[in-house]
């Protein structure tokens, strides 16, 4: 991932991006309307037409993102007096995750199919997603009548989702409950940015990926961007500023989504002795010059609360959580991972005193992060905006409910 300034691109290859990204978005229709059928067994029988202040919850369940935002979601939404009648997940949440979030919620869970597109290696391939997505079509029946009795026991007046794909189209094949859902994800609002200059092929694939779920989530509910032009702040508990330059070692901290991130910066880090690095990753990290932990939210949130620098996979809450912290963040996007590739480069557009973005973890990107928040006024600027943006969020969701029937 080349570091390259807007407007470097050729309009005629810009061009030739938003057509393929189009053609993929066309392509998609037909596997579109194949699960809908098979997910034909919610029709009719998916409607909120319970207490306007009981909801039900769902998150994707790739990576810990979605998990945050509907955590924050929720946390929001106990403010504003409503309470959650069901949580709706997908397979592949780790019990740990789950003991972590949900389960101190109370609600009834309902676990539905989905589509993981990571493991320890990174991005899983075209091929790989294809043949998990037929799988998924194939268990669509089965999900399609676990939802409808699950939210007929919910007894709910509304839905917030968080990019739970499978749900969206059982939702799709039941259109009284349109009125009554909400789509949140910074997704939508990633789908309709301007392409980086330097993506290639595989990130315009995947922006006709994100343009085709959007699609599908769209024909059953309002979409709501979050983020930075989003439709609501970055959904994030305000984190405490930093505190400035420690007296001894700093502490840089790092989070991966795959176990070759951790490698990585093992080798990048290697005799240093100006700040200690504690890498959070699933497997856990048996490389030296680094401190190893598994993933842990709760162990995280106390370093992140005391680091001066981040280091971590491009998604986007950790990024927005630095900026807010006005601690400087490497983004290095997972292995074949595409849409973090687009993070990126969005994240460092915006933030470029406080946001790097890196294709491979480098002796230079290591010495950036290290060395401090780079230029204090726009870094105290970003971090002041953000975190203003961020402390209004139950005002912000509140504004996106659906209107009492």
């Not at 946390?75 to 409503?82: F, V």
């Not at 294809?130 to 009795?149: M, N, Y």
């Not at 059953?220 to 961007?225: N, Q, S």
């Not at 590739?341 to 890196?358: D, M, S, T």
């Amino acid at each position: 991932m080349a570091r390259v300034a807007p407007g470097d691109a050729a309009p005629a290859t810009t061009r030739r991006r938003d057509v393929t990204a189009s053609l993929v978005r066309a392509a998609a229709a037909p596997a579109v309307a194949m699960n809908r059928c098979f997910a034909a067994g919610c029709r009719g029988g998916v409607r909120f037409e319970g207490s306007p202040r009981r909801y039900v919850l769902a998150a994707c369940c790739n990576g810990t993102g979605h998990v945050t935002q509907a955590k924050a979601v929720a946390d929001c939404l106990s403010e504003l007096g409503y309470e959650c009648a069901g949580v709706i997940l997908e397979a592949g949440l780790s019990d740990k995750l789950r003991r972590e979030v949900f389960e101190p919620m109370g609600a009834p869970t309902l676990v539905l199919a989905g589509v993981q597109l990571v493991d320890a290696k990174g991005a899983i391939g075209f091929g790989a997603l294809a043949f998990r997505g037929a799988g998924l079509t194939a268990r669509l029946p089965r999900a399609a009548r676990e939802c409808r009795d699950f939210v007929r026991a919910a007894d709910a007046g509304f839905l917030v989702s968080c990019w739970h794909y499978s749900l969206a189209l059982l939702l799709s094949t039941a259109p009284a409950a349109r009125k009554r859902v909400v789509h949140v994800a910074p997704q939508f609002a990633r789908a309709r940015d301007a392409m980086p200059p330097s993506t290639g092929l595989r990130e315009s694939l995947w922006r006709g990926g994100l343009l085709a779920l959007r699609d599908v989530f769209a024909s059953t509910g309002a979409c709501v961007g979050v983020g930075d032009d989003g439709g609501l702040p970055p959904l994030l508990d305000p984190p405490p500023a930093w505190a400035g330059p420690p007296d001894g070692k700093k502490l840089i901290l790092c989070y991966f989504l795959s176990a070759g991130g951790a490698a990585a910066l093992s080798d990048a880090v290697a005799g240093r002795d100006d700040a200690v690095f504690h890498v959070f990753s699933d497997p856990v990290s048996d490389r030296p010059h680094v401190v190893a932990h598994a993933k842990s939210r709760a162990l995280f949130r106390e370093f992140f609360e005391k680091c001066d620098g981040v280091i971590c996979s491009a998604g986007n809450e950790t990024v927005w959580e630095a900026v807010c912290r006005g601690v400087r963040v490497v983004a290095v996007p997972t292995r074949g991972h595409a849409e973090q590739v687009l993070n990126a480069h969005a994240h460092a557009a915006r933030y470029p005193a406080l946001v790097r973005a890196a294709a491979t973890l480098t002796d230079a990107d290591v010495e950036w992060v290290v060395a401090g928040p780079g230029d204090g006024a726009r870094a105290a600027s970003a971090s002041s905006a953000r975190g203003a943006a961020v402390a209004t969020r139950a005002a912000a969701v509140r504004a996106v409910l659906p209107a009492p029937s």
